[in-house]
């Protein structure tokens, strides 16, 4: 499968957004890539004109605003986001495993994605920045052929309590090391087995577990996710279900994802 996608300025925190997608649930393409965003550092580019931007604090809304904590440990920044322009709202949206007083963050992701391996090392500390009420979740996207095979691994390590452990070193060695194929070939399932046995687990008790009913099972509410989550592409950033963020570059994302969150965790205190 023939993936194109634009070179990532990972060293000046400026990777270009890529999305990862399927045409038709078998081929895969990269989204042309937008232009470079400014550092994630100084303020965004306003909305296009005709949007209406919500200010940061409207009149109506300067109690909760105040209110609701800062959801990383750096300070909200850029203006509020707008629906639209910054993100989708998801009809009747609901979070992948609600959990009681916790706000949902997901990502939907491919191991094979070229995107989402110059994302990783940007929302794996942003990730732990969230503070506890903030429950974050990799949702691995079922777009057929290997990236199925990379979701139902994804499921099986952490099945066997090794995907915290592998998570990162998987996409380097699809992407880095070239150890594994990804979307240059085709990894059989004992191909993928056998990277994950240098980390503790039997290659064979690790493919069987890929193929399992519980594993299918979780593939399957994935797919799921992702298809009432109508994302484009991969990565993908969802907050508590209900907003799917868009974002001109990959800090653009997480800024706005850090605003929605606020956004979630007041009315969730307001109650």
């Not at 199925?148 to 998570?167: C, I, M, P, S």
């Not at 009913?213 to 994302?231: D, E, M, P, W, Y």
Request: charged share 15%; aromatic share 8%.
């Amino acid at each position: 499968m023939k993936t194109r996608f634009a070179a990532l300025a990972l060293a000046a925190l400026l990777p270009i957004l890529a999305a990862c997608k399927a045409d038709d649930g078998t081929t895969n393409t990269s989204a042309p890539a937008e232009p470079a965003a400014a550092p994630a550092s100084t303020e965004p580019a306003a909305p296009a004109a005709g949007s209406e931007a919500a200010a940061p604090a409207a009149e109506g809304d300067k109690t909760a605003a105040s209110a609701a904590p800062a959801p990383t440990t750096a300070a909200l920044t850029g203006p509020a986001p707008v629906e639209g322009a910054d993100y989708q709202l998801i009809p009747n949206g609901q979070p992948f495993q609600p959990a009681a007083g916790k706000v949902e963050v997901v990502e939907i992701f491919g191991y094979v994605c070229p995107a989402c391996a110059a994302f990783q090392p940007l929302v794996g500390p942003w990730k732990a920045g969230l503070p506890s009420d903030v429950n974050f979740v990799y949702v691995p996207a079922m777009f057929g052929g290997t990236w199925d095979n990379y979701a139902r691994a994804f499921y099986a390590a952490q099945t066997l309590g090794v995907q915290e452990k592998t998570h990162e070193a998987l996409y380097s060695a699809i992407h880095s090391q070239k150890t594994l194929k990804g979307e240059r070939g085709a990894d059989s399932v004992e191909d993928i087995a056998k990277f994950y046995g240098a980390y503790g687990v039997d290659p064979k008790q690790f493919a069987a577990t890929m193929g399992s009913f519980a594993v299918n099972a979780k593939t399957n509410s994935a797919k799921q996710f992702a298809q009432r989550s109508q994302i484009s592409g991969t990565p993908s950033i969802i907050v508590n279900g209900k907003y799917l963020v868009k974002g001109k570059s990959f800090p653009d994302m997480l800024r706005i994802a850090d605003h929605l969150i606020a956004r979630e965790r007041g009315a969730a205190q307001a109650h």
